[in-house]
């Protein structure tokens, strides 16, 4: 299936903070109810690992991601004294307070938004992305990956959505789960309730940006050619796909990490 850059609701500057709020919560209780990105525990706890580092910098979070379940699963791992920072261009900082708390501070939400394609030198750590990547075109992609590469840092990236039939018959269900778990979702806000069961935009802007994710997701070989481009011999470069437990969806993953001895 040829891939199709349309666009996102949630990326766009008109989107209204309460609708992208709550799109970005929804999905950040999917990631901590259903755990999808179980398997990359063990595959970033390698990659922190071999970068002896123990910052993240994890780049468009929306809500949080999947952090609160990784972050126990990195610890157990030997990751003991790993700490987060989440960042986006558009912060959800009510969202951001919740993980830090949950956290007990080991996860930290940053109030300013930042720019995937410009990550500032002070947020110091690896990077990293889950579900994110396939918002940027190809050539803004490689532009981010060009970036760590630059800046000696580690980078992960995770996509859950396939782009196929399967794929993108499965986005209808999850936006149907909004309605099913809307009331369970915290922070609790009366307007969530109000855009999902009075006016129900929230399940049907979780249902396009799901959808127009599928089409947008890149495949191994896809991602295998961007790092092709990046003329570096000094990064280890690891493409791959593994089953995760949600019906319908693999984990596609990319990490890269600087070489002992490489150029700074």
């Excluded at 123990?54 to 157990?76: H, I, M, T």
């Excluded at 959800?92 to 708390?101: G, K, P």
């Excluded at 593994?242 to 990490?255: D, F, G, H, I, K």
């Amino acid at each position: 299936m040829q891939r199709l850059h349309l666009f996102e609701i949630e990326d766009q500057w008109w989107c209204p903070d309460v609708l992208r709020d709550a799109l970005t919560d929804y999905l950040r209780f999917v990631m901590e109810r259903f755990t999808p990105y179980t398997p990359a525990a063990p595959l970033l706890a390698q990659a922190l690992e071999r970068s002896s580092e123990s910052r993240v910098v994890d780049l468009c979070s929306g809500g949080g991601g999947p952090w609160v379940d990784l972050l126990r699963r990195l610890r157990a791992q030997g990751q003991s004294a790993l700490r987060v920072q989440l960042t986006d261009y558009y912060p959800n900082h009510a969202a951001f307070a919740r993980v830090r708390d949950l956290s007990g501070g080991a996860i930290v939400g940053v109030i300013e938004p930042v720019d995937a394609t410009e990550v500032p030198p002070h947020l110091a750590g690896f990077l990293t992305m889950f579900t994110a990547l396939h918002h940027f075109r190809p050539a803004v992609a490689r532009r981010i990956l060009a970036g760590a590469v630059r800046q000696r840092r580690g980078i992960a990236v995770f996509e859950i959505t396939l782009r196929s039939a399967i794929g993108i018959g499965g986005m209808v269900f999850f936006a149907l789960g909004v309605l099913l778990f809307t009331p369970f979702i915290r922070p609790f806000r009366w307007s969530r309730l109000l855009w999902t069961y009075v006016i129900p935009l929230v399940p049907l802007l979780v249902w396009w940006d799901a959808t127009v994710s599928c089409l947008r997701t890149y495949t191994p070989d896809e991602l295998r050619e961007m790092v092709a481009h990046l003329g570096t011999d000094d990064y280890a470069w690891d493409v791959g796909i593994v089953r995760v437990a949600l019906p319908s969806a693999s984990m596609t993953y990319l990490m890269g990490t600087p070489k002992p001895g490489g150029s700074a």
